[in-house]
């Protein structure tokens, strides 16, 4: 978490700024800087990342839900994957994201329910700040994954801000 977490938000911050000025996304600003035989390259492998991230998140909401009611994960894994289909497809991009950041209020609950455990509330601080370091197959399956989440929104092709002409920012303000 020390090492990926700064250099997640860099990503984001780095993306923000590039869609912010060019009104574009990341593939159409690399395309002017790259031969496309790359570009394709990387889109493919960005395909493939988000491909793997979207079926673990699928499959984790799956598994949540069957740990509550029992029942077959694959059903779940379906059903939560036409959902997300239709609701993308049925509901305006601006509406839908207004609910998606709404709903990542939920993060929030582990957060309470930690904190109300009181035999864990003490050890959970310094677990967090002194966590034991392995490295193997499994390890690195969890930071690629935790590093993949974080370019989903930055590749997307939307603009940033679609209201009025870009404002560049201060030169202080970026830093």
């Not at 991230?53 to 984790?60: V, W």
């Amino acid at each position: 978490m020390l090492v990926t977490l700064p250099f997640m938000a860099a990503i984001q911050i780095i993306s923000a700024t590039i869609g912010w000025q060019t009104r574009r996304g990341l593939a159409y600003s690399l395309s002017s800087h790259l031969p496309s035989s790359v570009l394709y390259g990387l889109v493919a492998l960005l395909v493939v990342a988000n491909t793997i991230n979207i079926a673990a998140d699928l499959a984790a909401m799956a598994e949540a839900l069957r740990l509550v009611l029992g029942g077959p994960v694959l059903v779940y894994v379906i059903a939560f994957g036409l959902g997300c289909l239709a609701a993308e497809v049925c509901i305006p991009y601006h509406r839908y994201a207004g609910y998606l950041k709404f709903l990542t209020l939920v993060l929030l609950v582990y957060v309470a329910s930690a904190l109300s455990v009181s035999t864990l509330s003490a050890l959970a601080g310094p677990a967090c700040l002194l966590m034991r370091h392995e490295y193997g197959k499994r390890h690195m399956f969890q930071h690629v994954g935790a590093c993949t989440t974080e370019y989903e929104f930055a590749q997307a092709g939307l603009p940033v801000a679609p209201h009025g002409p870009p404002q560049p920012a201060p030169i202080g303000s970026l830093i």
